[in-house]
């Protein structure tokens, strides 16, 4: 099974934008001190699989950027999670 038909530049910017929405919101949530308990409950089950798909999505859009043209959307993406992704593992630092 090739994974190059199942993504494509529009479904893989909206995934890393995805991807970067959930660590906005994620910051916001911790700027503004927001204390929910149905927000917490969230941010515990989806911050390990958004930070694995940061990382794959990251390689895998770096990888499929070079076998296709460019799009410029995509590249914006690509950077946004890259930005991200240097942020987000910084943090653990």
């Known amino acids: 099974?090739?994974?190059?038909?199942?993504?494509?530049?529009?479904r893989l910017?909206?995934?890393?934008?995805a991807i970067v929405s959930y660590f906005l919101l994620l910051w916001l949530v911790y700027y503004f001190k927001?204390?929910?308990v149905l927000?917490?409950?969230?941010?515990e089950l989806l911050t390990i699989p958004f930070l694995l798909a940061q990382l794959f999505f990251l390689v895998f859009g770096v990888i499929y950027l070079v076998?296709?043209?460019?799009?410029?959307?995509?590249?914006?993406s690509l950077l946004a999670l890259a930005i991200c992704s240097v942020i987000t593992?910084?943090?653990f630092f």
């Not at 076998?67 to 914006?76: C, P, R, S, T, Y």
């Open 1 to 10: 099974m090739n994974i190059n038909k199942f993504i494509t530049h529009n």
């Open 67 to 76: 076998q296709h043209k460019l799009n410029v959307l995509n590249l914006i």
């Open 34 to 36: 927001i204390d929910l």
């Open 89 to 91: 593992i910084g943090s």
């Open 39 to 43: 927000i917490g409950v969230f941010r």
């Open 13 to 17: 910017t909206i995934v890393n934008f």
